[in-house]
């Protein structure tokens, strides 16, 4: 009686790690099936998205408006790091918050008028850079 037990353990181990090994056999086929038909529906959405956005018209800007608002861009960037800049020494020097923006615009315009300059030597290592 033992012995057969013993053989049927044996057994269902024999088929336990059979069937693992089968599905570990199809998982690869399985995994590969799935991302095909993921990238296929990928392709499939991205199509419609394309010929959606193709299908919206374009409004044209003339050329001067286009030219201005890049100007415009590219001056609010330069006056927002300026502004940082001045924030950034003001705060090292305890300064209020405006007279860190003036210092700032002051100083990159090189005025330089002389009534705010920094006097830690973490303020001035900060102008420096």
């Given at each position: 009686l033992?012995q057969a037990?013993?053989?049927?353990v044996?057994t269902a181990?024999?088929q ?13 086929k399985?995994?590969l099936?799935?991302r095909r038909?993921s ?7 991205m199509h419609?998205?394309?010929?959606l956005?193709?299908s919206?018209?374009?409004?044209q ?8 608002w890049?100007?415009a861009?590219?001056i609010?960037?330069?006056?927002t790091?300026?502004a ?11 300064w209020?918050w405006?007279d860190s923006?003036?210092?700032?615009l002051i100083?990159?315009s090189t005025?330089?008028l ?7 030597k ?8």
């Amino acid at each position: 009686l033992v012995q057969a037990e013993i053989d049927a353990v044996k057994t269902a181990r024999q088929q336990s790690q059979r069937r693992i090994l089968q599905v570990y056999d199809r998982m690869p086929k399985a995994v590969l099936k799935m991302r095909r038909a993921s990238h296929k529906n990928h392709n499939r959405v991205m199509h419609e998205a394309r010929e959606l956005l193709a299908s919206i018209p374009h409004p044209q800007f003339p050329p001067f408006l286009t030219t201005f608002w890049k100007a415009a861009r590219y001056i609010i960037q330069s006056l927002t790091v300026v502004a940082l800049g001045g924030l950034v020494i003001g705060y090292l020097e305890g300064w209020k918050w405006y007279d860190s923006i003036y210092y700032g615009l002051i100083t990159a315009s090189t005025i330089g008028l002389g009534d705010f300059a920094p006097q830690t030597k973490a303020g001035r290592l900060a102008a420096v850079v």
